[in-house]
């Protein structure tokens, strides 16, 4: 319908702008330009749709390579078959390798591994070298991807009322953040400790006992930080980015991560 307007609006200028040709070849001249504009029209059309077709087809079956798909859908495309005394992963239809039962644990595969292995530890769904192989001695426990934390005292401190102090020294017992002598060395062994001073029941007497301050207590618990991503305390046993656990998808028990 919008053709044909536009075909006798274009008639129409023609005429009145070229009033010396012929009504016929104005008609074929009008045509020749309606007719060339439907061509364009429907090649443009069709052009761009089947390029947007192309583009989104090659978009669909070729990604790009640094697009990890992994993060899109986990594990939940992956399946893991035993066969004999061979276990295999597959992330959707794609093999990603196989080992034998018997030394599963650990065995890694481009993103994913089967279970830690010996020297790793299991956080969320992630395998970390142990931190008690990464950090120093006295903090064992892994409680982030960069982050190992100790767990009680150092040998310089004693534990009293949940925090942690510096031990007192020789003939005095901590009571919080105070260090108080024994009444039996500072004022003899006939008196008894009555908390803030000692006391001799005969004949009576009390005696000051001394003390000193040690200072503020700290949490058992502390955290040591690493690193950022993959580095720091935040690797694998063979020093790379953590892989994810894939043995929960096993037919079979491995026995990894106990």
């Not at 990603?96 to 790793?120: I, P, R, V, Y």
């Not at 008690?132 to 982030?144: C, E, H, I, M, V």
């Not at 534990?159 to 102090?165: F, V």
């Not at 004022?187 to 029941?201: F, I, N, P």
């Amino acid at each position: 319908m919008k053709i044909l307007v536009f075909f006798f609006m274009t008639l129409s200028v023609c005429a009145l702008a070229m009033p010396s040709m012929s009504i016929g070849v104005c008609v074929n001249v009008c045509s020749l330009y309606v007719i060339s504009m439907i061509g364009t029209k429907s090649y443009n059309r069709d052009h761009y749709s089947n390029r947007n077709k192309v583009t989104n087809m090659n978009n669909e079956t070729s990604p790009p390579e640094e697009r990890s798909l992994v993060h899109k859908s986990g594990i939940r495309d992956v399946t893991v078959t035993v066969h004999g005394n061979k276990i295999c992963v597959y992330y959707e239809i794609t093999l990603f390798g196989c080992t034998n039962l018997s030394n599963a644990c650990g065995f890694k595969m481009q993103w994913f591994t089967l279970g830690c292995a010996d020297d790793e530890e299991l956080l969320l769904g992630m395998c970390f070298k142990k931190c008690s192989l990464l950090a120093n001695k006295d903090f064992p426990l892994r409680t982030g991807p960069n982050t190992c934390a100790r767990n009680g005292c150092t040998s310089s401190q004693e534990y009293d009322a949940g925090l942690c102090y510096p031990k007192c020294k020789e003939y005095y017992i901590g009571v919080a953040t105070v260090c108080w002598g024994y009444c039996s060395k500072f004022c003899g062994k006939d008196y008894t400790d009555m908390g803030l001073y000692c006391y001799r029941w005969w004949p009576p007497h009390a005696c000051s006992k001394p003390s000193y301050g040690r200072g503020v207590g700290s949490l058992p618990y502390q955290p040591w930080t690493n690193g950022l991503q993959c580095n720091g305390f935040g690797v694998n046993n063979e020093g790379k980015c953590p892989l994810e656990d894939v043995s929960s998808k096993s037919p079979v028990d491995l026995g990894c991560n106990k």
